[in-house]
């Protein structure tokens, strides 16, 4: 495994590489865990190289946000990504993707508007033009993300469409602790009590899954099932749940076959998200 820095080594990596065969890019912000693995796993099998990056992005941080103690460990990111068969660890620098002068954004509009991005103004902008700007440089074949961060998949799905990038998006099943918790880096900064409220996420959301898979279909009581589960921990803040259109994100009153129900908490100062896909009675009995 290669690991390096400089745009133009990659560059030159990437050339010999593509020549050679299928590329896969896996971006991170590093502290891998389990979640980020198995992205990796699948693009090794799928594809003849495998490029990772690790950038914490400053761009896609709010100024109150976790920027400065977002948690970092490049040797041992060296060590995983190395075992599992990476070809290239890219670690570029603030300064080398957003030299002094740099003027350039990528903004998708309305998919990138609510939940997520309405929580966080200016997140969604920060992360397109990073991977735009990622994208640019690796030229992958096919790029994998993580269902985990659902809003952002459908996000880059619409800039890879609408800036006619020629890549595949294939995206990974959220790997989840043994109570469901979804894996993130964020994680390790949870103190012991609010680790264990933190898998109420998850099972409010397989709650409110489980009812609307019985039949009920209106938004309103689905989504006031996950609610009593959130708030019967006070320590558990929440953010925003909602139930949505699995492609346009835009809010549901009513389930359909293709609905997704999204949700951020916050416990200890820890910001979580986590999603589930719905499927109504209907399509279930298909
Ligand atoms: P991050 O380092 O948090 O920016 O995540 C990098 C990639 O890993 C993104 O595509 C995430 O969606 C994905 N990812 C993060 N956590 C998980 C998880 N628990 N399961 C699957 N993919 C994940």
Known sequence: MRSVSGIQTVRRILKTARAAGTIAFVPTMGALHEGHLSLMRKARRECDFLAVSLFVNPLQFGPQEDFEIYPRDLAEDRRKARGEGADLLWTPSVKTLYPSGFQTTVEVSYVSRLWEGASRPGHFKGVTTVVAKLLQIIQPHRLYLGQKDYQQTCVIRQMIRDLHFDIRLRICPTIREKDGLAMSSRNTRLSPAARETASLLYRALLTARRYAL?????????????????????????????????????????????????????????????????????????
């Open 214 to 286: 019985s039949g009920e279909r209106r938004a309103k009581p689905i989504l006031q099932a996950a609610l009593a589960i959130l708030e019967s921990a006070p320590s558990l803040k929440l953010d925003y749940i909602g139930l949505c259109d699995a492609k346009t994100l835009a809010p549901l009153e009513v389930t359909t076959s293709r609905a997704v129900l999204l949700a951020a908490v916050q416990t200890d100062g820890v910001r979580l998200i986590d999603n589930i896909v719905l499927r109504p009675r209907t399509m279930m009995d298909k």
